[in-house]
């Protein structure tokens, strides 16, 4: 099932009650130019491109992972958590997103992420 789906509308929480939401693709992953112990991971969007760095993951998920969020947090990019019925759950680490993305969890990116840079 694709996450926008059963997503009601827009997906939204405190830190991000105006943020619009794209399905993002992951597209590739590549040793992070800016940072050698992490990887970058390459997504696509409706709206173009936009990719995030990650610390080396140390494990990878065996079984399908629940929705992931990349919204705009107070301190930068955060990972959430997305439950059933399209609401934010507990920000993830990037230690657990990052395995949950690889593993295919569906992604949806606040579409700020990807605008902003143009």
Do not use: H, N, Q
């Not at 590549?30 to 990719?51: D, K, N, Q």
């Not at 065996?62 to 955060?78: E, N």
């Not at 019925?85 to 949806?108: H, K």
Request: with cysteine; hydrophobic share 40%.
């Amino acid at each position: 099932m694709a996450l926008l789906s059963f997503l009601p509308g827009a997906c939204t929480d405190d830190l991000s009650r105006d943020s619009e939401f794209l399905s993002a693709t992951l597209e590739s992953l590549r040793r992070c130019p800016a940072r050698g112990e992490y990887v970058e991971l390459c997504f696509t969007t409706a709206e173009g491109e936009w990719s995030w760095c990650f610390p080396e993951p140390a494990r990878r998920l065996r079984r399908r992972p629940s929705p992931v969020a990349l919204t705009l947090g107070p301190y930068g990019v955060l990972a959430r958590r997305v439950d059933g019925d399209g609401e934010f759950g507990t920000a993830l680490d990037a230690s657990v997103a990052l395995p949950m993305i690889l593993a295919g969890a569906d992604v949806v990116v606040a579409r700020y992420l990807v605008t902003a840079g143009r």
